[in-house]
């Protein structure tokens, strides 16, 4: 019985079930009670890169069939318009500008989250969840300088997780090595792995001073350090050689943890983070998915992620905890075309838009930075609809305490569990964006930016960042597109805002010293 009825569930709801039986003897009322949690987290996926949320020419069934079997969100952020801050609002319920750390760190940063904060892992091992994360971590490891030979703590596990498969960093960082609960996956003793960010190890070859070994990508800006399966990334890296991932199984062997994890602990309520690294550059579909899309890896990988998607969701299927688990997905931040490699993204594009009718991307303070796909979908418990609710990824750490009856909380998360429920589309008043260290807000349809100094355009990926030496209020109720700004047109809401924002944010955000020139 995978179901109970209305009234048993309420029973169990305000807890008279509670504490009847031990965690081995579980019941059905109690594995509803407490439904299985799982995020899908995608590594730089557009707003429009998926059927559901506009595109027609990227196919993305299963991706579409979870946003028309759940709420689609139209309004749904990360917090930062890169990951590691985006990963770390996400697990903590903090803002990321609130943690100077928090921007996009080598494969030897330390880990940024503290041990003692309180993190989503943390709450639901506190209700007696089993809790994992697979995939890309990208918040640090250890605490300044890591052996890679030896444990690698803190990490994961010292923040909640009980079970941690990962790669540290990103797929374009080195070490290019999977890690299993603190210790490198395949590791020989034999040949130690040594990373240096600054320095190369004598003798080996570099994408800069080697292209000829690029063999599988070559490198269009950065990425010209150490040559691994020729691929050159980022950082150098020594050794280790029998502990190297393949970049084309890297799909494969992240979902076959994922669905190994759900099989061992689909008896007990479970938490899983699972973390995929696609469409983040170097861009490598296994063979079976090269060509699918037309539009070159960058598509292709986005057909092998909807596939692995649907895999997955099949294995929750196959494995009787569907209709018990609650699944929320969204991406860290949003598209980038060329992000450093030659992979043809901009040349095979053709009419497909990665983020839909939003300005900016990757790295923008425009909407496109930060607006990304986000559904929650929970089969036989939510309706299908289309939500226009703004939410942040921040709120999901206490909309999932509210789920599970934990009074934990943090300054940043608003507990929107009814909105992500589909209940209600009361979302958040305004919420706070960051893009490489500058902020910016969303109050209801209004999106106001800053003045601030620098490029107005990223030439080397071709974003239109946001910066501009003027405030800028952008009514997106009527121009989605930010293509008009109308903060001379309003100047009282303008100073409203102002208020507002520097209200949460404090005074002290621009890098312009005199604000008052709007
Ligand atoms: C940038 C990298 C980019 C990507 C990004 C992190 C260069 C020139 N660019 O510094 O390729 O790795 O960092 O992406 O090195 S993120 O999605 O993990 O934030
Ligand atoms: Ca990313």
Known sequence: MKRTGIIASLLVGIGLLVGCQSKTQKTDAQSEEKPNVVIIYMDDLGYGDMGAYGATELKTPNFDKLAEGGVRFTDGHATSATCTPSRYGLLTGVYPWRNDQAKILPGTAPLIIDTAQVTIPKIFKEKGYHTGIVGKWHLGLGTGVVDWNEHVKPGPNEVGFDDAYIMAATQDRVPTVYIDNGYVDGLDKNDPIEIDYQNNFEGQPTGKENPELCTYQMWHHGHNNTIINGIPRIGYMKGGEA?????????????????????????????????MQQPHVPRTPHPRFEGTSG??????VIVEADWCLGEFVKTLEEEGVLENTLIIFSSDNGPVLNDGYYDDAVEKLGDHKPAGALRGGKYSLFQAGTRVPFITYWKGKIQPKVSDALVCQVDILASLAELVGSDAQTMDSEPLLDVMMGNSDEGRQSLILEATSRTAMRSGNWALIPPYKGAKINTQVNIELGNEMEWQLYDLSSDISQQKNVADENPEILEELIAEFERIRGKEYSNVQNLELK
């Open 243 to 275: 502990a190297r991932w393949t970049d084309v199984d890297m799909a494969d062997h992240f979902l076959a943890k994922a669905q190994a994890y759900v099989k061992a602990h689909k008896n007990q309520p479970f938490f899983l983070v699972y973390t």
């Open 295 to 300: 539009m070159g890896p960058r598509g292709d």
